[in-house]
């Protein structure tokens, strides 16, 4: 059985670094990518960040580049996310997913994942 399970989230100033883990269990296959989304209150499921299990090639939406980075420890099946120079807009719920095997071009996309996790919160506030 497939599970993601998030854990880092909390209440942080602005400014401020956060990183959220995401212990993925119940697969062996390196052909998915694992990452992140978040959701605000009356907000769309917004796709933040991606890396591939295979090869650790990474994919960040535009928003976050720069500021956030995704990595990833296959021993320990756990994919992190560093988030620096937080702002009050990044607050959200923060959601951990696997994509299906479709390729760089899909990730992003919530009718890509196949699993998700039941999210973890992130506020940025002071």
């Known amino acids: 059985q497939v599970k993601l399970v998030e854990s880092g989230g909390g209440l942080v100033q602005p400014g401020g670094s956060l990183t959220l883990s995401c212990a993925a269990s119940?697969?062996?296959?390196?052909?998915?990518?694992i990452g992140w989304f978040r959701q605000a209150p009356g907000k769309e499921r917004e796709g933040l960040s991606f890396?591939?299990?295979?090869?650790?090639?990474?994919w960040y939406t535009e928003s976050v580049k720069g500021r956030f980075t995704i990595s990833i420890d296959t021993a320990k099946n756990m994919v992190y996310l560093q988030m620096n120079s937080l702002k009050p807009e990044d607050t959200s719920v923060y959601y951990c997913?696997?994509?299906?095997?479709?390729?760089?071009?899909?990730?992003?996309?919530?009718?890509?994942?196949?699993?998700w996790g039941k999210g973890t919160l992130v506020t940025v506030s002071s």
């Open positions: 997913a696997r994509s299906r095997p479709l390729g760089r071009d899909w990730l992003g996309f919530e009718y890509a994942m196949d699993y």
């Open positions: 119940g697969f062996t296959e390196d052909i998915y990518a």
């Open positions: 890396i591939f299990i295979s090869n650790s090639e990474t």
